[in-house]
């Protein structure tokens, strides 16, 4: 089935440490977005892509980086990981950014321990 | 700027009755989407059900549909028939076509609504 995929499940880290999570998808489509969830919160958007154009949110902390190497992948890269930045990671997609009848489809989240 | 709001943090409901989420919301923009997501525990967020803000009917899905009045910018959601695996995070949604030019197309989300189904 086509779907969006997030790799690993589960992340510790140590503080300081770089990690890298990964999203991939089967659905070709155009933007990915990368979400922060921290316990009992709201998803709060990092950044996104359309296409190869990169957006990011003013206020998403320069510590948060991310690559889309092609169509299909997409990573989030935490450069030095605080215990602030523990929380879940949500990746989606969405065919188009202007046609509103298309939601997201989500992945299953990588839950991020540092430890 | 658009806005979501979730007024109750966790709701209560008896197996088998119904239910009713609240969301408010508040965009200046006049097409936009409404959508609302459950998380379960495991952390996944799954869509439920979409309401568009051109829409002249309210969206159903199963035993979910979605209350929307445009007049009173509410999209509350009702769940029917209430089961054990309906416990979990509510989530309601909006996507606008020009959230201020920057992030156009972003989905934004109220701060959610735990609820729990007793037997």
């Known amino acids: 089935d086509a779907m969006v995929i997030q790799n690993p499940r589960y992340q510790v880290t140590q503080f300081g440490k770089p990690v890298t999570l990964s999203c991939s998808q089967t659905?070709?489509?155009?933007?990915m977005y990368w979400y922060q969830q921290k316990s009992s919160q709201a998803p709060k958007l990092l950044f996104h892509?359309?296409?190869?154009?990169?957006?990011n949110e003013a206020d998403t902390p320069d510590n948060f980086q991310s690559r889309r190497p092609n169509t299909s992948f997409c990573f989030l890269d935490i450069r030095s990981p605080g215990l602030g930045d523990a929380a879940m990671y949500l990746c989606?997609?969405?065919?188009?950014?202007?046609?509103?009848?298309?939601?997201?489809?989500f992945g299953s989240g990588t839950r991020l321990t540092v430890v | 700027a658009q806005k979501i709001t979730q007024t109750q943090p966790g709701m209560f409901v008896q197996e088998k009755e119904a239910v009713t989420l609240d969301c408010t919301y508040d965009t200046s923009d006049p097409s936009y989407g409404l959508f609302w997501y459950k998380q379960p525990s495991s952390g996944e967020m799954i869509f439920l059900i979409y309401q568009g803000s051109y829409d002249q009917q309210n969206a159903t899905e199963g035993r979910y549909s979605l209350n929307f009045q445009k007049a009173r910018k509410s999209a509350n959601l009702v769940i029917s028939a209430s089961q054990l695996g309906d416990s979990a995070m509510y989530f309601c949604a909006m996507r606008d076509e020009n959230d201020g030019g920057t992030s156009y197309g972003k989905l934004t989300f109220g701060q959610g609504t735990i609820l729990t189904v007793h037997p």
């Open positions: 659905l070709n489509h155009n933007v």
């Open positions: 892509y359309y296409d190869k154009d990169f957006n």
């Open positions: 989606a997609t969405s065919r188009d950014q202007g046609i509103l009848i298309y939601g997201y489809t």
